[in-house]
C-alpha cells in the first residue's frame, strides 16, 4: 500500500503498460504528469521531451508510436483544444497513442486550479468528421492507475487514440492505494506477411489491421487523407467509404470488450444516480446514505464515457423511476441519457460550474425528492 497522488498514478500506470515516449508541454493540473515522466521515463530506457507547445506534442507522439513505441502526452483544456487537429490525423491513420486531458473550468483558461467536467462533449466531438472515440473516466486514484493500463491496452489493441479523462481533484487528490503486483499489458499486432506483401490499412481479415514500426523495413504512407489499403490518399468513393466506416466498425465490434461500468443496487433501485470522475465519489456516497434511509436507490459509475452504455441505460430505464445525472458542467452526457431513455423515465440533472465539486448532500436531496410517492425534480 502507497500514499500516491492521482498524476502520479496516471504515470505508474503508464510506465506499467510500456510507455516509453511522452511528448508534453507544462499545464495545470497536468504538469505533475509531465514532472514525473521526465524522471522516470529515462530510468527504463524511454523518452522525454518539452515540447514548444500541444500541438507539437501530440505531432510528436504520433511520431514515436510509428516508430513502435507505446506513447502518450498529457494536458488540459486548453491545450487539449490545440490538440483537436492532430488528434484527427491520428483517429485517420490509426495511430495508436494516449492522451490525459486533467479537465480544469472554462471556457478559455478559465479556472486552472479547479475541477471541471466541461470537456466530455469536447473528448467525443472535438475533431471534425466522423470517427469514434474511446474515452476513460477515473473516479480514484486506484482508477487513474488502473484505467491508464486500460486505455493504452485499449489504443493498442485498437489501432486509435484513446482519452483518460480525469477531472482535477481526481488528478491531485491522494489516497492509499494497493497496486496490482502484475497487470495485463496488450501490444500492438505486428504484421505476418513480409515487407513487400504488408498493407497497413488491410482489414480483409479482421478490422484492426496490423502496425508496423518505422525502421523495420516495412515501407508505407502514412497520410490524414482518406486512403486506400497502402495508405496512399484517394478519392475512389468504394475506398473512402471503406476508411471512414471502418474506423467505426471496429469499435461496434467490439464494443461490449470496451466499455466498463460498475453498478451498484440496481436490481431493486427506484431512483438510479449516474455519474463519472469525482462526482462518481459523490454519488455512490449519496445512495448509500440514501439506502440507510430506506430508499431504493441505486449507482452506475461511467467508467467507460464513450463509447456510451446506451443498452445499460435502456435496461435501468424500464424499471426505474428517475435517473440523476450529477456534471460538473451545464449539462454534457445528460443529453445521451436522454436521448437512450426516449421519455420512458425522469432523466434529472444536477449542474454545478463554480468551481467546487458537488456534494453527496445535493444528490442525497434529489433522491429524497425524487423517491417519495408522486415526487419530481
Given at each position: 500500500m502507497v500514499l500516491m497522488q492521482g498524476n502520479e498514478a496516471i504515470t505508474r500506470g503508464a510506465l506499467d503498460a510500456g510507455v516509453r515516449f511522452f511528448a508534453g508541454y507544462p499545464i495545470t493540473p497536468s504538469t505533475e504528469i509531465a514532472e514525473i515522466m521526465s524522471v522516470e521515463l529515462p530510468k527504463v530506457g524511454g523518452k522525454f521531451l518539452q515540447m514548444e507547445d500541444e500541438i507539437g506534442s501530440l505531432a510528436a507522439v504520433i511520431g514515436a508510436s510509428l516508430t513502435g513505441l507505446k506513447?502518450?502526452?498529457?494536458?488540459?483544456?486548453?491545450?487539449?483544444?490545440?490538440?483537436?487537429?492532430?488528434?484527427?490525423?491520428?483517429?485517420?491513420?490509426?495511430v495508436p497513442c494516449l492522451v490525459v486531458n486533467v479537465m480544469r473550468g472554462g471556457p478559455s483558461t478559465g479556472l486552472p486550479t479547479h475541477p471541471s467536467q466541461?470537456?466530455?462533449?469536447q473528448a467525443r466531438w472535438g475533431t471534425h468528421g466522423d470517427h469514434p472515440a474511446i474515452v476513460l473516466a477515473p473516479s480514484s486514484v486506484l482508477d487513474c492507475y488502473v484505467l491508464t493500463v486500460r486505455?493504452?491496452?485499449?489504443?493498442?489493441?485498437?489501432?486509435?487514440?484513446?482519452?483518460?479523462?480525469?477531472?482535477?481533484?481526481?488528478?491531485?487528490?491522494?489516497?492509499?492505494?494497493?497496486?496490482?503486483?502484475?497487470?495485463?499489458?496488450?501490444?500492438?499486432?505486428?504484421?505476418?506477411?513480409?515487407?513487400e506483401w504488408y498493407y497497413p490499412y488491410d482489414d480483409s481479415t479482421?478490422?484492426?489491421?496490423?502496425?508496423?514500426?518505422?525502421?523495420?523495413?516495412?515501407?508505407?504512407?502514412?497520410?490524414?487523407?482518406?486512403h486506400d489499403r497502402a495508405g496512399f490518399a484517394t478519392t475512389v468513393p468504394a475506398e473512402v467509404d471503406r476508411a471512414v466506416r471502418n474506423l467505426k466498425r471496429k469499435m461496434d465490434r467490439f464494443r461490449l470488450e470496451i466499455i466498463q461500468v460498475e453498478r451498484v443496487h440496481l436490481a431493486d433501485a427506484e431512483v438510479v444516480v449516474a455519474a463519472y470522475g469525482i462526482c462518481a465519489r459523490s454519488a455512490e456516497a449519496a445512495v448509500m446514505q440514501a439506502r440507510a434511509q430506506g430508499?431504493?436507490?441505486?449507482?452506475?459509475?461511467?467508467?467507460?464515457?464513450?463509447?456510451?452504455?446506451?443498452?445499460l441505460v435502456e435496461r435501468v430505464a424500464e424499471s426505474a423511476k428517475a435517473i440523476i445525472v450529477p456534471e460538473m458542467n451545464l449539462g454534457q452526457l445528460v443529453r445521451e441519457f436522454d436521448r437512450a431513455v426516449c421519455g420512458r423515465t425522469q432523466v434529472v440533472p444536477i449542474s454545478r460550474v463554480d468551481?467546487?465539486?458537488?456534494?453527496?448532500?445535493?444528490?442525497?436531496?434529489?433522491?429524497?425528492?425524487?423517491?417519495?410517492?408522486?415526487?419530481?425534480?
Open positions: 506513447a502518450m502526452t498529457a494536458t488540459s483544456g486548453p491545450g487539449f483544444s490545440l490538440m483537436q487537429e492532430n488528434l484527427g490525423y491520428a483517429y485517420m491513420t490509426e466541461g470537456d466530455v462533449m486505455a493504452i491496452n485499449l489504443a493498442e489493441r485498437f489501432r486509435t487514440p484513446v482519452i483518460l479523462l480525469p477531472d482535477e481533484v481526481v488528478a491531485h487528490m491522494r489516497e492509499d492505494v494497493t497496486l496490482p503486483e502484475k497487470v495485463d499489458v496488450v501490444d500492438r499486432e505486428a504484421p505476418h506477411v513480409p515487407p479482421t478490422d484492426v489491421a496490423p502496425l508496423a514500426p518505422f525502421g523495420t523495413g516495412f515501407r508505407f504512407h502514412v497520410t490524414g487523407l482518406t430508499y431504493r436507490a441505486g449507482f452506475v459509475n461511467m467508467k467507460t464515457i464513450w463509447p456510451f452504455c446506451f443498452k468551481g467546487e465539486a458537488i456534494t453527496p448532500r445535493q444528490i442525497l436531496d434529489v433522491i429524497a425528492e425524487l423517491a417519495r410517492p408522486g415526487g419530481t425534480a
